[in-house]
């Protein structure tokens, strides 16, 4: 493979103008593809050249992954080409495109329930020893490249697949791409679910990518995170390439401007209207995951919950959903103790929770977004056992508008959305179920930045109309953008509570992993990773 | 983009020609089944003749299409349409031949009575309506267990019903009496299911001059109880929440479906019409013979996949299930017209299921193209 | 009683009426004799057959009598009752040893009771002058579970027989099914259909159940009860319409009393095993064509009585 | 919460005691099985008798252990063992009962000839090995027509085993000359695979006064094919694929995993397997009988549920298979010492299935107590 030194790469990104192609540049040219009733690209033309990071945004459907997943042999496309140096780049599989130096990070990570993290990392290409799985082997490179990139202590390797966090999840999905060979590598949305703590030593690690010159696409919607990374942006708008720009050129209103043709003002307006009367009010719970959590949220008022991924906040959500068990400690729902079994239970005492893995428990992906819209409130809509169809309709519809959910029609396989339309289709459900309590489980993730807004415009409109929110979210603009209130947690515990002003990134961070400020030391982004060895 | 949600529902408001009135109804995915469908009967009524094969002009006859094929479908067909509930709910309920025998054992002895056996005692109540409902009560009672074997002690249903298919089996021939059939000639009110013809008198000319002996009331039976859960299915919250849980259970508990309860209420169900199809069989046989039914499950399970049931769950419908097993009874009656050996009969079902299944699988491939 | 000498009854398919009633009798009879038994059942098929032969002794038999699910597993089974030095006799379908010398044998041949049904058909069929009558068309319909060796016998020899009073070939149709009622009666319907020239039918087949099955469908296919000849073989559904007053398509069947074998097979097996006779190489239990008019005197008690059941 | 994580790591570690090593080789899943098979044995060989059952003292001899028990698992625990591949990567090989019967009927007729079938003569070899490599070749080939099946025309593999199940069973007769059995009887070298004892005369002392007779060569056979599938899943990469595909097959595919290449793989293999055990068959009843095999599938998916494999593919042991095989195969046969009657057996049988399966799910469940 052809490797350019970092030293001229530093030079050249620096000062390439749009039409120089250094060798091992890769050029797409005139991509497109439709699916039934979509068309996910229209004529993509661009080039990706060795040593630097292209940021791919676009707003949810805007054909993003699906490009990528033509980069890797997935899909094929309807028509046009990719090629590098000359030679053409068509992989009719994933397998193809990994013997071409060609990987790619999807944005749901896929893992193996039944075997184990390592296995699971080099599942395809496991290490052998006269022909037989070398374990010993497996374990240690994995071991290694773990401890390499910062990981091991939240990723231990012999937990199966099943027993993963969506954090987890993801970070055995990029751990996957740590191989040789690697020319050109996209990564889509690969940070969705992780802390920032983690975000930073991925980062290190793209950087590493870069700098050993490896051409580099990464889709995220989290602008703030683009413009730390990326050297060039590229736009997507309904599956056509807006414009290709310097990120250095771009301010984050830029971005969003051409993304979703216009400018968003103020994303997070947040006027608290806090009612007297209490909705929730948790204490001294106890459950396999969590000691003496006491909390309470206020009519109308929005509620947020940090911490690091693992801090127990999904377990915590469930518990109060009744599908997961406490072992002790009262829950009240305005004043009056109730006993909450399951989410039956829950949904008849007007609690909604929007779970947060949509795939995994949020929907049904063979269903149409009809069904998966009305059926929380089914019970509502149902006489003497029959489905009032008419009234069903109208208000999935409703809501399905409300969200700007992009779909073809309601009768719309789930599965067949973009990441950000499904998530938006799991909240339409429970908006449609008027709950006193909406508890969020990161309900921004994997959604654009327009989306974004509105769903931050909803959850004010839904506090305002006297909901009080439950806002469990890993990203901290938007928790201290919106929460009137945070807490903050840790293994299980609430460490804090922040009112209003007092909540600042570092006070939050610091509560969220107090008894880890030592060993963050060394992993913090800052400090160069010269200790990391090249691949 | 609304204009965009909305313009597509016009579009399909729109489609509202007859001929897409048609196709809605059959649904595209069971299209294909039907147009192998006619394939199969001009093969069987035309070429075969080509061949030199005799017999195959008499498929188009009322004596063959209402006497041999529309009874020949009833049992499995009613075994098929349980089984479907539970296959689209993402469970599989191999049980239900054994249920059959059971409900056939049961409805023979209330209805003759069998004196005594162990402590309780069966005089004769000579009642068909009673000999129906006690034989799909027994059936229920069978399905209530499969159902509880779920849901309480998490055993998964292939299993479960594994176990039950072996365990009810023994259990329908110990009701016998030591084992042996029961038989029913003597109750032409009960005999009246399977031989009584409805609108035997109207006026219907013959066809390929054999007249019209009016319908059999087992296929009115299967008819019926077709649409009830074509019904059941489609219109009812009960129906949504088999299809929520066959697509996802996980996101259908969290959605407040209480999965126990319809689970429970699915096996029991399809227990329930396998004790009828049990009933039947007594009726069509003259005789409560503990071995009607057996063997019986594979081919209501080959029907509700070759209807297009998914086997992950989530995917299937009644009316497809009944259109697969209308087609197997269609070979069957054809290869049986044109006087085949059991052996070339086996051989040509398993080719059918294959090629029918091929081809629907291909007719999708087409749409996701893309896909690898 | 502890040392009461232990014999095993095996029989190809322990479901069916007739083994029923062989394996009770011969249990009943054993008992009598002051012996112990055990009923195992090889379910139609041959390997579990050869396994419960090794059951049987790991039980410590000192004597089997089987009906074989296929009787090419005979020698298999007769060298391992040999070796295991257990007295082997077979019932109803006979079976030869290694070297080719047959087992010593209780009941009928199935080469014997298709011959015998046959027969009877064949009588009954001239005796109806229908081959004469230019007015009558005669079809046969030869129920067969195709895939099963000792139905095969059966049936083969029935379709001999019938055919020695003039019946030909292209007059006997056959009906594939599976040993059971429901299956025969499937198979049936579209076969009688396809030849609507025949007037008269003569059925018989591999057993009642089967002959049931093909009756059922053409009375449903209009035929009368007075056009047809039904011969089964087991009597055990012939007999329902008869003690009914019903009038039916059976004519005769073939009564093979699953009691008397069992009891003949207890007799020789005790005789063998604790008198030391050496077992007879064919003892033939009573077996008669029934009808409508004799059946009650011909068959026992415990049959007659399941008739009204 | 990351400390906790850590935790989880050490124990696993840690775990390195000898009783460790040993479950961790039976694997924690088929702990459960194994109590339950000792339970078993205890209730037949010692329970029994304070019930007045005779024969349960007659378990423990040679003759029953190596005559009955070790010979009369072997043909199921074969297929079980080829079907539990099929299961681990998420499929079902209903077919593998009609491939049995076509491996035996070629093998029995490559050896002792049948004259002319269709316009292919075949004449006597005589030879067992021969023999033996026909009826797997005849398996293999079985097995690539499911595999090209499932993965070029895109049929559900319990789809496509379900037609093959019945189209097999036809060519078994087909390929017989007119469906009649072939025996083999002429054939010591061939019967000896059935009739064989290996260590006949190794000086082991009788057992309740049964003396030692070898062990035979089937079950020998078992053992060895158990061995090498347990390595071949354990520590090749086709075994660990199979893991991958059937625990998510689009990582699989991601991963550059050669999907169809591996099904097609794993079928051929279900299938050579199969064919073996027809060939066994063959010798076991001195005939190549076409229905030998028939309705087999069935019990060999039990075992494989029953040895812990999950319904959805990805979980699942060859050791798990054969412990249960074990385990079905003490059942039946205690049931026969004790002279239960066929319907209590199948009664029992059904339970059996259910409570080995309820008491692992619980053991789990122990684990996942908190999840409602
Ligand atoms: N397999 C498929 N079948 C049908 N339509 C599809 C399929 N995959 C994607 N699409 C459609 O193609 C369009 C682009 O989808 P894609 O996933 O590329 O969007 P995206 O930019 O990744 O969005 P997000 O930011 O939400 O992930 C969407 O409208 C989506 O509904
Ligand atoms: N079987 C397991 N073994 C080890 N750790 C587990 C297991 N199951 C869950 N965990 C850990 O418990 C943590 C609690 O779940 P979760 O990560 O959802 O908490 P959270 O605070 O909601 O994090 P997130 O930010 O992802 O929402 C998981 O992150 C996971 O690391
Ligand atoms: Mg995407
Ligand atoms: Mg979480």
Redesign the pocket.
């Known amino acids: 493979m052809t490797y350019v030194t970092n030293s001229d790469l530093n030079q050249v990104s620096a000062k390439l103008s749009e039409n120089q192609k250094p060798p091992g540049t890769l050029e797409i040219r005139n991509i497109c593809k439709a699916?039934?009733n979509?068309i996910?690209l229209k004529n993509v033309s661009l080039d990706i050249r060795p040593g630097e990071v292209l940021a791919f945004v676009?707003?949810?459907?805007?054909?993003?992954?699906?490009?990528l997943k033509i980069l890797n042999g997935d899909y094929q496309p309807d028509s046009g080409t990719i090629s590098m140096d000359g030679q053409q780049l068509s992989f009719a599989n994933p397998l193809e495109a990994h013997k071409a130096g060609v990987r790619v990070i999807y944005?749901e990570p896929e893992i193996i329930p039944g075997v184990d993290v390592a296995e699971n990392i080099w599942v395809g290409e496991l290490p052998k020893r006269f022909g037989f799985l070398d374990r010993k082997k497996l374990n240690e490179q994995v071991e290694k490249s773990l401890a390499e990139y910062g990981f091991s202590n939240v990723l231990p390797i012999h937990l199966m697949g099943d027993q993963l966090s969506a954090a987890q999840r993801q970070i055995v999905e990029i751990m996957r791409i740590l191989k040789t060979g690697v020319k050109v590598l996209a990564l889509?949305?690969p940070t969705s679910s992780l802390s920032d703590e983690e975000v930073d030593r991925l980062f290190t690690l793209v950087r590493k990518f870069r700098d050993d010159g490896i051409a580099i696409i990464y889709?995220s919607?989290r602008i703030k995170e683009i413009l730390r990374l990326c050297d060039r942006v590229a736009i997507?708008r309904d599956?056509e390439l807006v414009a290709v720009r310097p990120a250095e050129e771009l301010t984050d209103r830029d971005i969003v401007h051409l993304m979703v043709g216009r400018d968003l003002s103020d994303v997070f307006k947040r006027n608290p209207a806090m009612g007297a009367q209490e909705v929730l009010r948790v204490e001294n719970l106890y459950s396999n995951w969590h000691q003496n959590i006491n909390f309470h949220i206020q009519a109308g008022e929005v509620v947020g919950f940090a911490g690091l991924v693992g801090a127990g906040r999904t377990e915590l959500a469930k518990v109060i959903f009744g599908d997961l068990k406490k072992n002790s400690g009262r829950v009240l729902i305005e004043g009056k103790e109730v006993s909450i079994r399951n989410a039956n239970d829950a949904i008849s005492k007007g609690i909604g929770l929007a779970p947060e893995d949509r795939k995994r428990e949020g929907l049904i992906l063979m269903r149409s977004v009809l069904e998966n819209a009305s059926m929380a409130i089914i019970k509502q809509l149902t006489r003497m056992h029959f489905v009032n169809r008419k009234k069903e309709r109208s208000i999935a519809m409703d809501f399905i508008e409300k969200l700007n959910v992009?779909t073809p029609s309601l009768k719309q396989e789930v599965g067949?959305?973009?990441?950000?339309?499904q998530q938006k289709v799991v909240l339409a459900r429970w908006l449609a179920a008027k709950p006193k309590l909406l508890i969020l489980d990161e309900p921004t993730r994997?959604?654009?930045v327009g989306a974004k807004a509105e769903i931050y415009h909803l959850i004010d409109d839904l506090a305002n109309q006297g909901l009080g929110i439950m806002f469990i979210s890993s990203e901290l603009p938007e928790i201290l953008g919106l929460s009137d209130r945070i807490y903050v947690m840790q293994n299980g515990k609430i460490t804090g509570e922040l009112i209003g002003k007092e909540a600042t990134e570092e006070s939050i961070l610091e509560l969220a992993m107090a008894d880890q400020m030592s060993d963050e030391k060394n992993t913090n982004p800052s400090t160069t990773p010269q200790e990391e060895s090249p691949l | 983009m609304i204009t965009h949600v909305q313009t597509y529902d016009k579009n399909s408001l729109e489609k509202k020609g007859f001929l897409n009135r048609v196709i809605n109804f059959i649904g595209t995915d069971n299209l294909t089944l039907f147009l192998a469908w006619i394939v199969l009967v001009f093969l069987i009524s035309v070429v075969s003749t080509w061949f030199g094969l005799s017999g195959g002009s008499k498929f188009f006859t009322w004596q063959n299409l209402m006497n041999s094929l529309a009874q020949a479908v009833v049992i499995v067909g009613l075994l098929a349409v349980g089984e479907t509930v539970v296959i689209v709910a993402g469970g599989l309920d191999i049980s239900v031949g054994s249920v059959a025998s059971c409900g056939s054992v049961v409805a023979a002895s209330v209805l003759v009575g069998i004196g005594t056996v162990g402590s309780l005692h069966i005089f004769p109540t000579g009642n068909t309506l009673v000999a129906i409902l006690a034989g799909m009560l027994a059936g229920m009672i069978a399905g209530l267990l499969n159902g509880l074997v779920v849901t309480k002690l998490h055993v998964n249903a292939t299993i479960a019903t594994l176990g039950a298919l072996a365990a009810f089996a023994g259990i329908a021939f110990l009701l016998a009496p030591d084992g042996k059939p029961i038989g029913v000639v003597t109750q032409p009110g009960f005999t009246w299911l399977a031989q009584g013809r409805l609108l035997q008198n109207m006026s219907i000319p013959a066809l390929n001059g054999s007249k019209w002996t009016g319908i059999p009331v087992l296929t009115v039976i299967l008819v019926f109880v077709t649409i009830i859960m074509h019904i059941v299915m489609r219109y009812t919250d009960f129906g949504r929440a088999i299809y929520a849980i066959g697509g996802n259970a996980t996101a259908a508990r969290l959605a407040g479906i209480n999965v126990s309860r319809v689970k429970i209420g699915m096996f029991m169900i399809s227990g329930s019409i396998a004790g009828l199809a049990g009933v039947l069989l007594a009726a069509r046989t003259t005789s409560g013979n503990p071995i009607n039914g057996q063997n019986l499950e594979l081919q209501a399970i080959t029907a509700v996949y070759l209807g297009g049931a998914s086997t992950s769950g989530g995917k299937g419908t009644i009316f497809g299930t009944f259109l697969a097993v209308i087609m197997v009874g269609t070979l069957n009656n054809g290869m049986n017209l044109l006087g085949f050996n059991t052996f070339a009969q086996k051989v040509a079902l398993g080719l059918l299921l294959i090629a029918a299944v091929a081809i629907s699988q291909f007719r999708q491939s087409q749409a996701?193209k893309?896909?690898k | 009683a502890a040392d009461a000498p232990l014999y095993v009854v095996i029989n190809k398919s322990a479901d069916q009426q007739y083994f029923i009633d062989l394996q009770n009798a011969f249990v009943a009879k054993t008992e009598e004799l002051g012996g112990t038994a055990k009923k195992f059942d090889a379910k139609l098929d041959p390997a579990l057959g050869v396994s419960l032969i090794d059951d049987a002794i790991s039980a410590g038999a000192k004597g089997i009598a089987i009906t074989v699910p296929d009787q090419t597993i005979g020698p298999a089974i007769a060298k391992a009752a040999k070796d295991a030095g257990v007295v082997l006799i077979a019932t109803d379908d006979s079976i030869v040893d290694e070297a080719g010398a047959p087992v010593p044998f209780v009941g009928f041949d199935g080469k014997d009771m298709g011959k015998k049904v046959g027969e009877a058909a064949g009588k009954l069929l001239t005796e109806a002058g229908w081959l004469n009558d230019s007015a009558k068309k005669v079809g046969v319909l030869s129920v067969e579970v195709q895939t099963l060796s000792v139905c095969n016998d059966r049936t083969d020899n029935e379709k001999e027989q019938i055919k020695l009073v003039g019946v030909t070939d292209d007059q006997i149709f056959s009906v594939p099914y599976t040993g059971e009622t429901l299956s025969s009666q499937d198979a049936a319907g579209p076969i009688i259909t396809a030849h609507p020239e025949i007037t008269n039918w003569v059925v018989f087949g591999c057993n009642d159940e089967g002959v049931l099955g093909t009756l059922n469908a053409l009375a449903t296919a209009g035929a009368k009860p007075d056009d047809i000849i039904g011969v089964g073989l087991g009597a055990y559904e012939a007999c329902k319409p008869w003690a009914a007053g019903q009038p039916s398509g059976w004519k005769a069947s073939l009564f093979i009393s699953g009691l008397d074998v069992g009891n003949t097979a207890a007799q020789v097996l005790h005789d063998a095993v604790v008198n030391g006779v050496v077992p007879p190489e064919k003892s033939f239990a009573p077996t008669s064509i029934v009808d409508p008019t004799n059946y009650k005197d011909l068959m026992d008690a415990i049959s007659v009585g399941n008739c009204s059941k």
């Open positions: 699916f039934p979509v996910a676009g707003e949810n459907g805007a054909g993003k992954s699906t490009l944005q889509d949305e889709v919607h997507l599956g992009r067949k959305l973009s990441g950000g339309n994997g959604i654009d | 996701e893309a896909r």
